[in-house]
């Protein structure tokens, strides 16, 4: 660094005013004196605000050259990124002018170009250096032409342990205007981008496709604590409270919801067949997935969805904050090796242990409706409705009259010999086929009734097949509700028949579901639940919830049509985590 020489300088000012014949008077004056030390101060100054540009223009390089870095390290790491790392980074740097300042070659984990195509691992580690001599100006009076600056940068992107639950729409509604191929096409694609960048044993992905009710495969019911139902009932009533934790008691008991069609009024099942609209579906395709990480598996799920019945919003989220759910884990445990990868007996993790993000996935094209329920008094016991198989016959006990009705049994026979009606008695003392019948001349049949007996003329009939009475998850299996209204109000009449109908089955409305739903949704996020939602071509009432269910302004989303597809896939790289690391 050089240094002034105050004395020469303090010669040159006074030769100058010497020469003006001002010597003796500038050096004694104190206005003399005072432009010296002006004269000092600016330097001062003017040295200070130097250095200070070439500190300016340092700071300014290096932190071009650092973002440029971080921005090409980023992409780099980025694991939708096909190319060689290090080639995204040179290209980068390149585009900014500053390939040159690069310090060898960029560490890769793992190294991904030892080979013309790029695989992906489902993790990858990226980190470069560059070095850089930034020229200074002022700083050269002082012999500093230069500074070296050194930055280096490290991004990575994987996803850690992740516990997904996709809550999927499958109501009827989903059959119109192609979207539930448009919805599989989505899930799908989200499942296997998901699995093809996720280190293997890191991601579990489970499926709730929900309508009216949740379907739940045999082995999940196998391990909870389920009374009532019948064949066919895999789903579970939950109680108003159970909406409002996310938690699932494994040491209570629940109802199981009867399998039964509300909808149909004269459509009966004799032989079990199985009709659209169920309240709780028996399809396998319609069943939740569980803890599963095979794309294979998961998405041969989605291929096989069928769209049918009413919408419950609330009943997904509620299964599938339960596949989340830290109290669901000893469920899990004793499925662990069998049903779910071995690899799953700790999950679901504790909230506490932050070891995984913890996502719900959220998709409705509708809004919530009505459901319906059996209530107890008609869930279990004897229906007094027997059924004749062979002959494919109701009868119905009448406890008032202590007789049976005979449903689909005519009363009139025309006897084309005799030339009039043979017609029996309305009631009878036994179901049809559990013994013989009595027939009687009939002398005016009119409107399949016999309106006068000639009860010295009769004949005796045998019955065909044989009857068994139903109990009450047996009749709701084989016949509608309003099969069953139809019979009583024609054979016991109209109020009896109405009586029955209300207080057989209640329902609970879109109301009291929003409410439920929202109240799920808090307790969720309260449990740092990160909640995305998806309105498909929804009305603004499965919106409006949507938006109060979603995690914050970014995890809500709208689409139509093939939008869906770019919408599964945008959460997709929301949820994986790429970052800057240093």
Known sequence: MRNFDWNSKSGFLAALAKRHGRTSSFWSSESGLMTIMALFFMLIIFTAAGFAVDVMRY???????????????????????????SVVIRSYLEKEGLDQYLVGDPVVTPDLCGTSEVTIEGYRRVEATAQMDIGMHFMQWWEVDSITTSVTSVAEEAIDDVEISL?????????????????????????????????????????????????????????????????????????????????????????????FTHWGEYDKRPDNDIVYSEICDIEESREVAVLQKDPDTLNAQIENFQAGGNTSIELGLKWG?????????????????????AEFATRPSTYASAEAMKVIVLMTDGANTTQYQVNPGYRTGSSD????????????????????????????????????????????????????????????????????????????????????????????????????????????????AYDWYYDAVSSVGSSTKNTRARALCDAAKANNVIIFTIAFEAPDAGKTLLQACKSDDGAYYEATGTEIVDVFASIGSSIRNLRLTQ
């Not at 650092?66 to 060689?84: I, K, P, T």
């Not at 448009?182 to 496709?209: C, H, R, W, Y």
């Open 385 to 496: 409705i027997w059924w004749n198989d062979d002959e494919e016959i109701y009868s119905y006990f009448d406890a008032d009259s202590n007789n049976f009705v005979w449903e689909d049994v005519p009363i009139g026979e025309w006897d084309s010999y005799e030339r009039w009606y043979w017609a029996r008695e309305t009631r009878q003392q036994h179901a049809y086929g559990n013994g013989t019948y009595r027939v009687y001349r009939c002398r005016d049949y009119r409107s399949g009734r016999c309106r006068d007996y000639d009860y010295s003329r009769h004949e005796d009939r045998n019955e065909a097949g044989s009857a068994t009475e139903l109990s009450w998850p047996d009749v709701w299996m084989t016949t509608t509700r309003y099969k069953i209204y139809d019979m009583y109000r024609d054979n016991l009449g109209s109020s009896f």
């Open 167 to 259: 809550v999927l729409d499958v109501s009827g509604s989903m059959n119109s205007y192609n979207r539930l191929e448009n919805l599989k096409d989505a899930a799908q694609n989200f499942v296997q981008e998901m699995v093809d960048k996720t280190e293997d044993g890191k991601l579990s992905i489970s499926i709730v496709p929900y309508a009216t009710q949740v379907a739940l495969p045999d082995y999940l019911v196998d391990e909870l604590n389920v009374t009532g139902g019948n064949a066919f009932a895999n789903c579970i009533n939950f109680e108003s409270s159970d909406f409002s934790t996310t938690t699932f008691d494994t040491g209570a008991t629940y109802e199981s919801t009867l399998h």
């Open 321 to 341: 904050l339960t596949l989340l759910d830290e109290s669901f884990q000893p469920v899990m445990a004793n499925l662990a090796g069998t049903e779910i990868p």
């Open 59 to 85: 700071d300014r390089e290096r932190a071009r050259l650092q973002y440029s870095l971080d921005r090409a390290v980023l992409a780099a790491a980025d694991l939708d990124q096909d190319l060689c790392p």
